[in-house]
């Protein structure tokens, strides 16, 4: 897969204060959203794959298919700690009995995992704290936006921000090859209130589509209606690495030594695809020198 990394073509990005557009130093748009980055990362931009970053999973099940027991549609209940090993009940009453497991889920699903062996450091996890996000991608025929569209994207400072409109990307100039010369795509970034997502007052897609198309129309000059448009949800998908989530991890990790258990990914050793890869090969050299 190492050929189909693709950087970003530009790096620049812009700011909307609510009236017009300026150009950011780099590093600040990261800044000016709240993102965790290292200062190192700052300003260097992030890598995706040709064909997007769905390409990674298709490529990791062709290259596992035939070579492990690939179960899927099913849900683990508890995480049991055995004399030898480790047994997973599943939901549907089932087991599978392994010599170790790596834990690479959200938090708080983790924490219900590990409950049985390993309270109270797993249910501190409980409280982990997570952020929602919806996204919307947008398609418009390139006459369509008059602007050049010249930059990674824009992100909206705090106070200007209308109906949770954080950021929008410039997906076909950001990435080479995600549209054609003739089409735009622009993604928009939404951060929702939970009654948003569910319940009586939830959004449904066309409602987020009709808000994605007028913020827009707040910072560019957009002319016509998209030509297509693709809504994504992700409801508590965003861990947030406060202090107090920090030392629960670093306390369940703890607890964990000596177990054939390892935590993995974003949810425990900082956001980001990069960090989650470490955080996985990590946990897999430990349980292979634990397991020699």
Not at 35 to 52: E, H, K, N, T
Not at 57 to 79: C, F, K, N, P, S
Not at 237 to 258: C, I, M, N, S, Y
Request: glycine fraction near 10%.
């Amino acid at each position: 897969m190492s050929d189909q990394l693709v950087g970003q073509a530009v790096t620049r990005s812009y700011g909307f204060d609510g009236e017009r557009l300026r150009v950011l130093a780099p590093g600040e748009a990261a800044t000016f959203l709240g993102f965790q980055v290292s200062r190192d990362d700052l300003g260097l931009g992030i890598r995706s794959f040709r064909g997007g970053m769905g390409s990674l999973v298709l490529a990791l099940i062709a290259h596992l298919d035939g070579r492990v027991g690939l179960r899927t549609g099913m849900a683990a209940d508890y995480i049991e700690l055995r004399s030898a090993g480790v047994r997973v009940v599943l939901d549907d009453g089932g087991s599978l009995e392994t010599d170790a497991v790596i834990v690479a889920t959200p938090a708080r699903v983790a924490a219900s995992l590990l409950q049985h062996n390993f309270d109270p450091q797993a249910s501190a996890l409980l409280a982990a704290p997570v952020l929602s996000s919806v996204t919307v991608e947008l398609a418009f025929a390139r006459g369509a936006v008059d602007h050049p569209l010249d930059a990674t994207g824009f992100v909206v400072a705090q106070d200007a921000q209308q109906d949770g409109l954080r950021a929008c990307t410039f997906t076909s100039t950001k990435f080479a090859d995600r549209s054609t010369s003739e089409r735009v795509l622009l993604r928009l970034f939404f951060r929702p209130e939970a009654e948003q997502l569910e319940g009586s007052l939830a959004v449904n897609d066309e409602g987020w589509v009709g808000r994605a198309t007028e913020g827009l129309r707040r910072v560019l000059r957009v002319t016509e209606e998209p030509l297509a448009s693709w809504v994504s949800h992700w409801p508590d998908a965003l861990p947030v690495f406060d202090d107090a989530h920090r030392a629960a991890v670093a306390q369940l990790e703890t607890r964990l030594e000596g177990a054939p258990i390892e935590l993995a990914g974003s949810a425990f050793h900082g956001p980001g695809i990069d960090a989650a890869v470490r955080s996985g090969e990590r946990a897999a050299e430990r349980l292979l020198a634990r397991l020699a």
